[in-house]
């Protein structure tokens, strides 16, 4: 079992005054640690995106139309989306898996592409304002359909996953899930998501308070249902997707505040998930922090200011963690290049 102390120890062998790479021994260590080996890996690598509709749009939550969803997920497998370009600059394998958007299935248009797989579990969730936004089947469903693209990475060969989302209206499941398993503070946990005015944010407020509080007293009862009562399709594939990248032995690399409540999701089913996760950076959005807090997590890129999901933030992050991962394995350690004790 290699400890932090054995890396930290290891990172001030080499041929640099101890700590002078800065955030970047941070982030070496992490790797090191989940790894547990001082040669990491950051190739092959994937990112997987769990795309999904949500009948809370309905209420006037978001700043968008439904159908934006379909049509970024048309655009991210054919190659024009942020997320798209990300994955291409940094070389890391995309998958868009459309677990319940209200969109037509693309299976025929997209399919020469090898990227674009169609698991829906239904056409979008229920409005979560008005009951349950899914039953335990439908998120039990949309949990394995996360978890086979792990399986499906681990046979792959992958050695480092992202996961992202794409769903109009998600933010505001987000905000719920965020308040419930993290204890975040409403006003905190609700944020303006894919850019909402103030009319937008004042009924998203409201929205999560009352969803929050119906699902509150059910979480020591029945925690499955509480937490599917406030949930979405793509952020129930996420908590699926970390759970089996963590039981495979992946390195995780976590994006922006929708996946970080799928990663709380994952936490909470399955103790100890976080510890295969390296955060990449801390959202806009104002609960993505204290989410990250409650993991144990402390992001890496901090003052980006991204907003966008898809996985970009993780994206973004991969060419620093190739780095990182090559000052570990490449550097000269102060005996083998005969320079004297530093200590
Ligand atoms: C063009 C476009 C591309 C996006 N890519 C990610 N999101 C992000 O914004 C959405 C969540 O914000 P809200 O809850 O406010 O709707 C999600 O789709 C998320 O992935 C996008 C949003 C838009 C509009
Ligand atoms: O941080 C995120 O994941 C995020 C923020 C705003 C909108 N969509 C996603």
Known sequence: MLTPADIRRHLDHLTKPAGSLGRLEDLALRLCAIQQTFTPQTRPRRIVLFAADHGVAAEGVTSWPSDVTHLMVRNIVTGGAASSVLARTTETGLRLIDVGTFGPDLTTDLDPTNQYVCAK??????????????????????????????????????????AGEMGIGNS?????????LAGVPLETAVGRGAGADDAVLARKRDVVALAVAAARPRLGVDLRAAIASVAGLEIAALAGFFVGAADAGLTIVLDGFIATAGALVAERLRPGTATAMIAAHRSAEPGHAAALAALGLT???????????????????????????AIVTQMATFDSAGIAAHE
């Open 121 to 162: 579990v239904r056409h979008g969730s229920r409005n979560l304002a008005v009951g349950p936004a899914l039953t335990v089947e439908e998120f039990d469903r949309a949990l394995a359909v996360g978890r086979e693209q792990a399986d499906a990475a681990s046979r792959d060969g992958i050695r480092v996953v992202a």
């Open 172 to 180: 505001t499941p987000a905000s719920c899930l965020t308040a419930l």
């Open 299 to 325: 992001p890496m890129l901090d003052t980006w200011n991204l907003r966008l999901g898809e996985g970009t933030g993780a994206l973004l992050l991969m060419p620093l963690l190739d780095a990182a991962a």
